[in-house]
């Protein structure tokens, strides 16, 4: 039994993982304190559902190709019903190749889909006006899922002191061992920003399993970015 767990591969995609995660962590100690970069988080009262999210998005040091990606999603009905509830918890390290592009490898946490890890690409960028991160990703699990996920925010001057802000978001899960949808969400938000707040319009557009249930939620969002 031991040896089994020993040579399964995902024993040792874990320990691949927490060597890179400490090599990292190493590597951050011995160099300077990165610079604070914010941590937006947004919660969302829509007509059918309750929405949190939070991002975070970190270099272990300023000249690290190593950093760590989370994006943490959960929503639930009014009355609180199991089967409304939806959690997507991915936990990614990454590692720059060459401007914004890279490698990732970590886990997922999706209650349609299960537990995974998972290894994949990224591209990020970002300006004043800009945000942009792709990942492509494959699970490590029997179905063979594979992934899609991006963040896409647009946020240009209105006036000295407000800035526009809109941001796409998409998700899309496909079961290759089986070939079907598994799981995938388009969220769309429109609104102002202030310095680390920002408020306005959202919809989430949510769809479930191989039939692709519909579950769409409209309402009123609010973020702040905290330092």
Same mark, same amino acid.
């Given at each position: 039994?031991?040896?089994?767990?020993?040579?399964?591969?995902?024993?040792?995609?874990? /320990?691949?993982?927490?060597?890179?995660?400490?090599?990292?962590?190493?590597?951050?100690?011995?160099?300077?304190?990165?610079?604070?970069?914010?941590?937006?988080? !947004?919660?969302?009262?829509?007509?059918?559902?309750?929405?949190?999210?939070?991002?975070?998005?970190?270099?272990?040091?300023? %000249?690290?190709?190593?950093?760590?990606?989370?994006?943490?999603?959960?929503?639930?009905?009014?009355? %609180?019903?199991?089967?409304?509830?939806?959690? /997507?918890?991915?936990?990614?390290?990454?590692?720059?190749?060459?401007?914004?592009?890279?490698?990732?490898?970590?886990?997922?946490? #999706? #209650?349609?889909?299960?537990?995974?890890?998972?290894?994949? *690409?990224?591209?990020?960028?970002?300006?004043?006006?800009?945000? *942009?991160?792709?990942?492509?990703?494959?699970?490590?699990?029997?179905?063979?899922?594979? !992934?899609?996920?991006?963040?896409? !925010?647009?946020?240009?001057?209105?006036?000295?002191?407000?800035?526009?802000?809109?941001? /796409?978001?998409?998700?899309?899960?496909?079961?290759?061992?089986? #070939?079907?949808?598994?799981?995938?969400?388009?969220?769309?938000?429109?609104? /102002?920003?202030?310095? *680390?707040?920002?408020?306005?319009?959202?919809? #989430?557009?949510?769809?479930?399993?191989? !039939?692709?249930?519909?579950?769409?939620?409209?309402?009123?969002?609010?973020?702040?970015?905290?330092?």
């Amino acid at each position: 039994m031991k040896d089994a767990i020993r040579n399964s591969p995902h024993s040792r995609f874990f /320990v691949l993982l927490l060597l890179v995660f400490f090599s990292a962590h190493y590597q951050a100690i011995a160099q300077a304190t990165a610079p604070k970069v914010p941590t937006p988080v !947004e919660f969302m009262a829509g007509n059918n559902r309750l929405f949190f999210q939070m991002v975070v998005k970190r270099k272990f040091s300023p %000249n690290s190709k190593f950093g760590f990606l989370n994006v943490s999603s959960f929503s639930t009905s009014y009355d %609180n019903e199991r089967e409304e509830l939806d959690l /997507v918890a991915p936990v990614l390290i990454n590692y720059t190749l060459y401007k914004g592009f890279g490698l990732v490898a970590g886990t997922t946490i #999706n #209650n349609r889909v299960g537990f995974s890890p998972l290894v994949g *690409a990224q591209h990020s960028f970002t300006n004043q006006k800009w945000v *942009a991160v792709t990942i492509a990703s494959l699970f490590l699990n029997s179905s063979r899922n594979v !992934e899609l996920f991006g963040i896409y !925010e647009f946020k240009p001057q209105l006036t000295p002191k407000t800035n526009l802000y809109t941001r /796409v978001q998409f998700m899309y899960i496909h079961n290759t061992a089986q #070939n079907f949808h598994a799981r995938s969400f388009l969220q769309l938000r429109a609104g /102002v920003k202030k310095d *680390a707040l920002n408020f306005g319009l959202g919809a #989430n557009l949510d769809q479930y399993g191989p !039939e692709k249930d519909f579950k769409p939620n409209y309402g009123l969002f609010v973020g702040w970015a905290f330092l």
